[in-house]
């Protein structure tokens, strides 16, 4: 059975940061192609935000982030980061990892709050 448990969120003030994990059970995260989504509030779809690809950890991500989060993955420890920086109130979300795959496989997701 194939888990993804996210971690890392909290409040923090416009311009700060946080660092997201995602651990995989059941399934390798080398090999394929892992995402990060995000869902700004019960009810809205969720935003794709990030890739980081199967081959050659090539990484994508949305104009909304982009030039402000990294996202990675550690192939030993089976686990994808999102480094989010100068983090703006519009980031306000639940962040959820998931495999670039169909049907996707969602965590319970880790919330983030930008607020002052």
């Known amino acids: 059975q194939v888990q993804l448990v996210e971690s890392g969120g909290g409040v923090v003030q416009p311009g700060g940061s946080l660092r997201l994990s995602c651990v995989v059970s059941?399934?390798?995260?080398?090999?394929?192609?892992m995402d990060w989504f995000r869902r700004a509030a019960p009810g809205k779809d969720r935003e794709w935000v990030a890739?980081?690809?199967?081959?050659?950890?090539?990484?994508h991500y949305a104009d909304t982030v982009k030039g402000r989060f990294t996202i990675s993955r550690d192939h030993d420890k089976n686990k994808v980061y999102l480094q989010m920086n100068k983090l703006k109130p519009d980031d306000t979300a639940v962040y959820y990892c998931?495999?670039?795959?169909?049907?996707?496989?969602w965590g319970q997701g880790t919330q983030v709050i930008v607020s002052k």
């Open positions: 998931t495999f670039a795959l169909a049907p996707p496989i």
């Open positions: 890739q980081i690809s199967r081959t050659d950890d090539v990484t």
């Open positions: 059941g399934r390798s995260v080398s090999g394929h192609s």
